[in-house]
């Protein structure tokens, strides 16, 4: 079945860096650009990053652009969020949600169940 | 970027009983290729957001017909014709006619 599995959070200090990974199953993930996104406990959600189907096109948010780098790997079927000089307001649950069409800029219609990252002191 | 402002906060509904939540954009929604990109999502306790509506009033694949959404423009809504324990938790508008997708602040609903 089509399903998205995020890894790599947890605890850090401010200033450090942290490397989340998205593992993408059951759907041609080479057609679809794919999303970050991330939701601050007790908040609502906030996108954070967009790349291409083919990696070609990035975007991010002003609140982590500089800061973070969303990357792939679609010999793997893997989305990456390099994320650098983390602060406390970066502390949430990271989504990784693909696209309702391939090919497309569009609403997302599958989500990950999110990993925590949490920056403290 | 556009701001997307969702109204009521919070609703508590008996259960059977009829819920509308409101969401506006300060931008049109509608893009150059006739599609309005605005979908609503419910977030139940726990999990991740999943989708109900996209474009509007379209509702995603295996979504009760009890959840209908309208509006065009600017201006959007989302009812739920008989709000039951399921249902429960938050409420969020997203729109996605710019790269830079954004949400509304979520409503909140439980059953009282």
């Known amino acids: 079945q089509v399903q998205l599995v995020e890894s790599g959070g947890g605890t850090v200090q401010p200033g450090k860096s942290l490397r989340l990974s998205c593992a993408a199953s059951g759907f041609s993930f080479t057609k679809y650009a794919m999303n970050w996104v991330r939701q601050a406990p007790g908040k609502g959600l906030e996108w954070v990053a967009l790349i291409g189907y083919d990696g070609s096109f990035k975007y991010s948010a002003d609140s982590v652009k500089g800061r973070f780098t969303v990357s792939r790997d679609n010999s793997k079927n893997m989305v990456y969020l390099e994320m650098n000089s983390l602060t406390v307001e970066d502390t949430a649950v990271y989504f990784c949600a693909r696209p309702l069409r391939y090919f497309a800029y569009d609403g997302l219609d599958v989500w990950g169940q999110g990993t925590v990252v949490t920056v403290s002191s | 970027d556009i701001l997307m402002t969702q109204t009521p906060l919070s609703l508590s509904v008996t259960p059977g009983q009829p819920a509308s939540i409101s969401c506006k954009s300060n931008q049109t929604l509608l893009h150059s290729d006739g599609r309005t990109y605005l979908y609503w999502y419910l977030q139940k306790p726990g999990q991740s957001p999943q989708l109900l509506i996209h474009e509007v009033s379209s509702r995603f694949s295996g979504v009760s017909d009890k959840f209908t959404g309208s509006g065009s423009g600017t201006d959007f809504t989302l009812k739920i014709s008989r709000v039951e324990a399921e249902d429960v938790g938050v409420y969020y508008c997203?729109?996605?006619?710019?790269?830079?997708?954004?949400f509304g602040g979520g409503t909140k609903v439980e059953i009282k």
């Open positions: 997203m729109q996605s006619v710019q790269l830079r997708l954004t």
